[in-house]
C-alpha cells in the first residue's frame, strides 16, 4: 500500500469548521418558511431569505433544549420555552447556503428534530435542513425527463455478504438497450454512507439537469459503503484503505460491469470522493491505476506530481473545496500539477465550508469535463 | 365513482390492536440481542428470545421518557433513570413476531429513539424495532442474486410536479434485454409511503428469495406514494380515490410501461395494497376493471360478489388479514366469492395483527399463485 500523509489531511478535512455566512448586524427578517428538508407538512424548522433558521420543538416539561446549529460552533442555539411548553429559537446569525445536517440536545440526550428529515451523517441519522442557495436551480427537481437510482445488492464474498449500492442511471437508460456508458465511482465522506450523494447531494437531479441543458454527455454514478472498516471518529488516523479497496475493485466494479451497460475500461471510469472519500479515492487510484483514468478529489486532500508520475498517467485529475476551507492549497496543488504537465483542474465554491453545498457545486461543476474528451 | 361502506372499513381496520403475544407469566431470558433494525453500531433497543424489547436512552436531566410499544395499548413502557442519568426498561411482556413502529416521549414531547433506524408511518419518520419471527428466513438478505429497487422520478400533470415511485426488478433484469415482466403495483398504508414495502416490508428480499427457489416466475414491482389527496388521521371518512386513482392509471401505469420491459395488458397487470392501500385497490380495481386483472386485499377490506359481477371479472381474488385482527370476515368473503364463481383466495397470518409481519406473509404467499396461470 502506498503511504500518505495521513495526519495532514486528517488535520486539514476537520479544521475547517462549519461555516456561517459572515454579515453585518441587521434586523432579521420575517419572511421564514418551512426548510424543504421537513418532513411531510410540518411546518419548522423555518428559514428565512437571509439565511436564518427558527426551530419551533414541543416538550413541554423539559429543562432544557438546545439546536447543535448556531454562530461558529458556541454551542449551537438554545431554545426558550414559551407559556405553552413550547420551545422556541432562532439562529445568532444567518447560516451558509445549502444543506446542514444538526441534532436536538434535551435535558443532557442527543435526539432528531421532529420535524425534520433524517440523513446519515456523523455515523448517525441526523436531521437535515436546508437553507436555499442563490444557485438552488441547478439541483432543483424540475420537468425534465429524469434518470432511476437504483439501490442493488452485490455480492462480496470479502465480507461474507450482499453490499448495498446505488447505481445512478440516465433518462432513457432502460429504454435503449445497446448504448453503453462511462462509470464514476463516487464516495462520501466520513459517518455518511452510500445514501449521500443522492438525499442530500442530490447527484441524481444534477445529472438530470446537466443532461436536459445539453451540458454533458450521460455517464453512471456508482456510490456505496466507504467504512469497510468501521473507522470510528478519532481512528481516521490508522485509517487502511485495504477492505474498502477490495469490496470496491475486486467485488463492484466486476459487478456493475456484469450487469449494467458500462464501457467497462480505465479510459472510461472515473473515482471521486468527498472528504474521507477523497482520502480512499487518493489512495484507490494510486494503487490501481489500470482501473480508473480521471480522479477527483472535493474537500480531500490533493495529488502531487511525484506521487503521479509513479502512477500511471491519469487523463483528468480535479481538486475542489469551499473558500472556507483551504482554497490555497487546492489552487497550488493544482498549478503544480499542470506545470509537471498533468491535466488538473481546480474548483473553489465560494462562500461555502466543509459541506454539501461545496460537493453538489463541485460534482456541477466536475460532471461536464469528466468524460469530456471521450 | 363507485360507493362502497367506508365507514364499515375504517372501522375495521382501526379497531384491531397492535398485537402483543399472550404467554404466561415466566422469566425473562437474558438472551437480549441488539435488534436488526438498529441504527449501525447501536447496541439498544435489544430484544430476547422470548420477544420481549429493552429500551434505553441517554437523557441525564429528563424527568419522565416512556416507549409507546408496551402491553395492550396501556401507556407503553415506562423507562427508569439510573445513578448515571441512563433511563431503560424492558416491555411488561414479549410482543408479536416481526416489525413495529414506535417512538419515545421525553417530557412531554414525542421524538425517536436515536438508537433505532426510523420509518415513514403515522404520517412522521418513527422509530422501528423487529421481532425475529420463527420464519425469518423468507425475507431474510440471503447470498442469492439480487434484484433492484429503482427510483423513478414520473411525471404527473395532474399535479403538477414529478413524483416518486420505487420499482422491483427481479435478477437478470438488467442483462438480457427482450423478455417482458408482469407487474404488480403495490400499496402501502396510512401514514406510510412508497418506501414502506422494501424498508420494512421486505419486498425485495421476499421476492429475491422465492425466485432463487424457483417458486415463482419473477415479476415487477411498482410501489408510489397514495396519499395523494393529503388525507390526516380521522379524516379518511372522507378519502376520495379519484387524485390517486389519476396519478397512478393515468400517470404511472403508462410511464412504467413505456420505461420499462413490462406485459403491458391487463392480464398481466395486478393491484394489492394493505390497510388504506387495500382501500384504494378495492375503488381503483372496480373503477378500472380494463386496466388490471388480479386484486389483493391485505388488511384491508373484501370484495362482494355484487360489487364485482357488476365489474369485469377478475382472474384472481385475494384477500388476507392477521389472525388477530379478523380472520373469519376474510374467510368468509372468500367462502361467498367462491360460491359466486371467482377466483378466490383467503390468507391469515397466525398471530400477528395489523402490523408489516401480516403483509410480508401476505405477499410471500401472494407472490406464487399471482401469475402462475400466465
Not at 57 to 69: I, T, Y
Not at 111 to 121: E, K, L, S, T, V
Not at 320 to 336: C, I, L, T
Given at each position: 500500500m502506498r503511504n500518505f500523509s495521513l495526519s495532514l489531511i486528517f488535520l486539514w478535512i476537520f479544521s475547517s469548521s462549519i461555516g456561517y455566512a459572515q454579515t453585518g448586524s441587521s434586523e432579521i427578517k420575517e419572511d421564514f418558511k418551512p426548510s424543504s428538508k421537513n418532513q411531510p407538512g410540518k411546518e419548522y424548522p423555518q428559514v428565512n431569505s437571509q439565511g436564518y433558521a427558527r426551530f419551533r420543538v414541543e416538550a413541554p416539561q423539559a429543562d432544557s433544549v438546545r439546536v447543535s446549529l448556531g454562530l461558529g460552533g458556541r454551542g449551537g442555539t438554545k431554545l426558550t420555552k414559551n407559556e405553552e411548553g413550547v420551545w422556541t429559537g432562532t439562529t445568532e446569525g444567518p447560516m451558509d447556503e445549502g444543506f446542514h445536517y444538526y441534532h436536538l440536545t434535551i435535558d443532557g440526550g442527543v435526539f432528531n428534530d421532529p420535524g425534520a428529515m433524517n440523513y446519515y451523517g456523523s455515523t448517525r441519522w441526523e436531521?437535515?435542513?436546508?437553507?436555499?442557495?442563490?444557485?438552488?436551480?441547478?439541483?432543483?427537481?424540475?420537468?425534465?425527463?429524469?434518470?432511476?437510482?437504483?439501490?442493488?445488492?452485490?455480492?462480496?464474498?470479502?465480507?461474507?455478504?450482499?453490499?448495498?449500492?446505488?447505481?445512478?442511471?440516465?433518462?432513457?437508460?432502460?429504454?435503449?438497450?445497446?448504448?453503453?456508458?462511462?462509470?464514476?465511482?463516487?464516495?462520501?465522506?466520513?459517518?455518511?454512507?452510500?445514501?449521500?450523494?443522492?438525499?442530500?447531494?442530490?447527484?441524481?437531479?444534477?445529472?438530470?439537469n446537466l443532461i436536459a441543458e445539453g451540458k454533458?454527455?450521460?455517464?453512471?454514478?456508482?456510490?456505496?459503503?466507504?467504512?469497510?472498516?468501521?473507522?470510528?471518529?478519532?481512528?481516521?488516523?490508522?485509517?487502511?484503505?485495504?477492505?474498502?479497496?477490495?469490496?470496491?475493485?475486486?467485488?463492484?466494479?466486476?459487478?456493475?460491469?456484469?450487469?449494467?451497460?458500462?464501457?467497462a475500461d480505465r479510459e472510461h471510469r472515473a473515482m471521486a470522493g468527498l472528504s474521507m472519500g477523497g482520502m480512499e479515492t487518493h489512495s484507490i487510484t494510486l494503487n490501481k491505476p489500470d482501473v480508473f483514468s480521471r480522479y477527483a478529489l472535493l474537500s480531500g486532500g490533493i495529488y502531487t506530481p511525484e506521487e503521479l508520475k509513479a502512477s500511471s498517467k491519469p487523463e483528468l485529475i480535479f481538486i475542489s473545496a469551499g473558500s472556507k476551507e483551504n482554497p490555497d492549497r487546492v489552487k497550488n496543488a493544482v498549478s503544480a500539477l499542470k506545470e509537471a504537465g498533468f491535466n488538473a483542474v481546480s474548483y473553489v465554491s465560494e462562500g461555502t465550508a466543509h459541506e454539501f453545498q461545496t460537493w453538489r457545486r463541485s460534482l456541477y461543476t466536475l460532471a461536464p469535463i469528466l468524460f469530456s474528451d471521450k
Amino acid at each position: 500500500m502506498r503511504n500518505f500523509s495521513l495526519s495532514l489531511i486528517f488535520l486539514w478535512i476537520f479544521s475547517s469548521s462549519i461555516g456561517y455566512a459572515q454579515t453585518g448586524s441587521s434586523e432579521i427578517k420575517e419572511d421564514f418558511k418551512p426548510s424543504s428538508k421537513n418532513q411531510p407538512g410540518k411546518e419548522y424548522p423555518q428559514v428565512n431569505s437571509q439565511g436564518y433558521a427558527r426551530f419551533r420543538v414541543e416538550a413541554p416539561q423539559a429543562d432544557s433544549v438546545r439546536v447543535s446549529l448556531g454562530l461558529g460552533g458556541r454551542g449551537g442555539t438554545k431554545l426558550t420555552k414559551n407559556e405553552e411548553g413550547v420551545w422556541t429559537g432562532t439562529t445568532e446569525g444567518p447560516m451558509d447556503e445549502g444543506f446542514h445536517y444538526y441534532h436536538l440536545t434535551i435535558d443532557g440526550g442527543v435526539f432528531n428534530d421532529p420535524g425534520a428529515m433524517n440523513y446519515y451523517g456523523s455515523t448517525r441519522w441526523e436531521s437535515g435542513i436546508e437553507i436555499p442557495a442563490h444557485d438552488q436551480d441547478f439541483y432543483a427537481l424540475k420537468q425534465v425527463p429524469h434518470g432511476n437510482v437504483q439501490q442493488i445488492l452485490f455480492p462480496s464474498p470479502s465480507t461474507n455478504t450482499s453490499r448495498r449500492a446505488f447505481v445512478y442511471t440516465p433518462p432513457g437508460y432502460s429504454k435503449e438497450s445497446s448504448e453503453r456508458y462511462p462509470v464514476l465511482y463516487l464516495q462520501h465522506g466520513w459517518g455518511e454512507d452510500e445514501t449521500a450523494w443522492s438525499n442530500q447531494g442530490h447527484a441524481n437531479l444534477i445529472m438530470d439537469n446537466l443532461i436536459a441543458e445539453g451540458k454533458i454527455e450521460p455517464f453512471l454514478i456508482v456510490m456505496t459503503y466507504g467504512m469497510t472498516n468501521e473507522i470510528k471518529f478519532g481512528g481516521l488516523r490508522d485509517f487502511k484503505v485495504d477492505a474498502f479497496q477490495t469490496v470496491l475493485v475486486d467485488e463492484l466494479v466486476p459487478y456493475v460491469d456484469a450487469n449494467f451497460r458500462t464501457k467497462a475500461d480505465r479510459e472510461h471510469r472515473a473515482m471521486a470522493g468527498l472528504s474521507m472519500g477523497g482520502m480512499e479515492t487518493h489512495s484507490i487510484t494510486l494503487n490501481k491505476p489500470d482501473v480508473f483514468s480521471r480522479y477527483a478529489l472535493l474537500s480531500g486532500g490533493i495529488y502531487t506530481p511525484e506521487e503521479l508520475k509513479a502512477s500511471s498517467k491519469p487523463e483528468l485529475i480535479f481538486i475542489s473545496a469551499g473558500s472556507k476551507e483551504n482554497p490555497d492549497r487546492v489552487k497550488n496543488a493544482v498549478s503544480a500539477l499542470k506545470e509537471a504537465g498533468f491535466n488538473a483542474v481546480s474548483y473553489v465554491s465560494e462562500g461555502t465550508a466543509h459541506e454539501f453545498q461545496t460537493w453538489r457545486r463541485s460534482l456541477y461543476t466536475l460532471a461536464p469535463i469528466l468524460f469530456s474528451d471521450k
